[in-house]
């Protein structure tokens, strides 16, 4: 076991129009940070494992308070931490992870960062509640000016958002200098709540199987949308850029961590 997906325990209010956190059926009921960290510090004293990823089930940084208490806690197991978010970070978040990095690096550990983005010019359309595509941009250079080394996720490639808006992504991605793009598919229930914005004549086109889902606290089984020649396609995209493609944040984490001297 390489990495354990932590909650944050509160519905995402972003409400992305894709997103798989919407209906419920991956998080438990809302539940305190003490008790979080209580289930993760158990967990840990029975089973090894290198990186604590923070985010799955909603945003850590849609409150901040929040987020900044789970990593403050999660510090003291020295494991790598790396967080996900849409949130426009500001000062005090950042002195505050600027510290929570300090922490970790005495540890000997890392403290790394990734920033969704699934459209661009689309985003009013399908993320019509979250911080604009330029906002996420300008996070995720202020967390690269505190020297977190943060990736973009573009998860789930949207089967209605055109190669070129993905271009647009990578590219500005690029002038950032993020480090690297984690792509990724799309899962759709069998309701179709997160793919009802995606016409049937479009989704249809797009290869899927049938997949249990690992990190649900529920036996789910989802449709996994994947275009495997468009993903080798926007994969070629980030490398002409000059940066690196991921098959998923556990890759990107193993990267981060041969780069670092810290491979295991």
């Known amino acids: 076991m390489d990495r354990v997906l932590v909650p944050v325990g509160e519905p995402c209010p972003f409400a992305c129009t894709y997103c798989y956190t919407r209906g419920g059926e991956i998080r438990s009921a809302r539940i305190g940070v003490k008790d979080i960290i209580h289930q993760l510090v158990t967990f840990a004293q029975e089973n090894n494992f290198q990186t604590i990823q923070?985010?799955?089930?909603?945003?850590?940084?849609?409150?901040?308070?929040?987020?900044?208490?789970?990593?403050?806690?999660?510090?003291?197991?020295?494991?790598?931490?790396?967080?996900?978010?849409?949130?426009?970070?500001?000062?005090?978040?950042?002195?505050?992870?600027?510290?929570?990095?300090?922490?970790?690096?005495?540890?000997?550990?890392?403290?790394?960062?990734?920033?969704?983005?699934?459209?661009?010019?689309?985003?009013?359309?399908?993320?019509?509640?979250?911080?604009?595509?330029?906002?996420?941009?300008?996070?995720?250079?202020?967390?690269?000016?505190?020297?977190i080394p943060t990736f973009i996720a573009v998860r789930p490639i949207l089967p209605n958002v055109s190669d070129e808006e993905y271009e647009r992504v990578v590219s500005e991605g690029a002038l950032a200098r993020c480090p690297g793009f984690i792509l990724g598919p799309l899962y759709v229930d069998d309701e179709g709540k997160f793919a009802r914005l995606i016409s049937d004549q479009i989704l249809e086109q797009v290869p899927y199987t049938q997949n249990k889902i690992p990190w649900s606290a529920y036996p789910v089984s989802w449709k996994r949308y994947e275009d495997v020649d468009r993903l080798i396609r926007i994969g070629k995209m980030v490398e002409h850029k000059g940066c690196r493609g991921f098959e998923s944040s556990a890759t990107a984490m193993t990267f981060l961590r041969s780069k670092n001297g810290n491979a295991s």
């Open 54 to 147: 923070l985010g799955y089930d909603g945003d850590p940084f849609a409150r901040p308070e929040r987020g900044l208490a789970l990593l403050r806690e999660l510090v003291a197991l020295g494991k790598d931490i790396n967080f996900s978010t849409k949130a426009s970070l500001h000062d005090n978040e950042l002195h505050a992870l600027k510290e929570i990095k300090a922490a970790l690096s005495s540890h000997g550990s890392i403290l790394s960062a990734i920033v969704s983005l699934s459209c661009w010019e689309s985003a009013d359309f399908l993320e019509p509640n979250t911080p604009t595509p330029v906002e996420r941009i300008a996070t995720l250079t202020k967390l690269m000016s505190i020297e």
